[in-house]
């Protein structure tokens, strides 16, 4: 098995079920070395909501929309309660790890360039 153990990076792994969460359902996984359970990683670990709903306010706010604008935008179509701190923090926090912010970090570093 190609996955290895986050603990102690033994690649002596064996599949140990599935965890069910309200937002997904995961891989779980068990460490024959060290005896310890972990679910697969992904980036979104120990997160409330869905990660597709997250990367899209992400993308969103990034695109710009206002904070106040992304939040009304999850909770008219999607039905998400959220605060704008949280997409704030969301966007601090995944900004570096999706492609998008990159672009756009680019774009911006232009503009100031320009003026």
């Not at 306010?57 to 701190?85: E, N, P």
Request: net charge positive; hydrophobic share 30%.
């Amino acid at each position: 098995m190609s996955q290895k153990c986050i603990y102690c990076k033994s690649k002596n792994v064996v599949k140990n079920g599935t965890r069910k969460r309200k937002v997904r359902t995961k891989k779980s996984f068990l460490c024959r070395s060290c005896d310890r359970q972990f679910v697969e990683p992904d980036g979104f670990e120990r997160m409330r909501h869905d990660p597709k709903v997250i990367s899209r306010a992400v993308h969103q706010h990034i695109d710009g929309f206002s904070l106040f604008k992304t939040q009304y935008h999850l909770w008219q179509h999607d039905g998400i309660k959220v605060t704008r701190r949280t997409i704030s923090q969301w966007t601090k926090k995944y900004s570096l790890f999706l492609k998008s912010t990159a672009s756009f970090s680019k774009t911006k570093a232009e503009r100031k360039a320009t003026l």
